[in-house]
């Protein structure tokens, strides 16, 4: 678990160094996932949902987006958003 929750921290501060606005909000059964208001990017994250499940949708939004590639992140988080890009 404190693996989730470092990697967790890590990937909202990377999403925030993108520009990105890292919200979490009750949603219900919503996911939650990028959109943009007023021209800025918030990734919003449903604070209903699991640890894991929060870190696997910020994940896979920081895999997507290719500027990710040229910031500095632990070798575990560059791990684990390679196999979300398809690299291994």
């Known amino acids: 678990m404190s693996d989730t929750l470092g990697l967790l921290a890590e990937a909202r501060q990377l999403a925030r160094d993108l520009g990105y606005r890292v919200r979490e909000e009750p949603l219900g059964d919503l996911p939650g996932g990028l959109c ?22 910020l994940l896979a939004t920081l895999a997507a987006d290719p500027r990710t590639a040229a910031e500095p992140k632990s070798r575990l988080l560059e791990t684990r958003l390679a196999r979300l890009a398809g690299g291994g």
């Open 36 to 57: 943009s208001i007023g021209g800025v990017s918030h990734l919003i994250l449903n604070m209903e949902h699991s640890t894991v499940d929060r870190l696997d949708r």
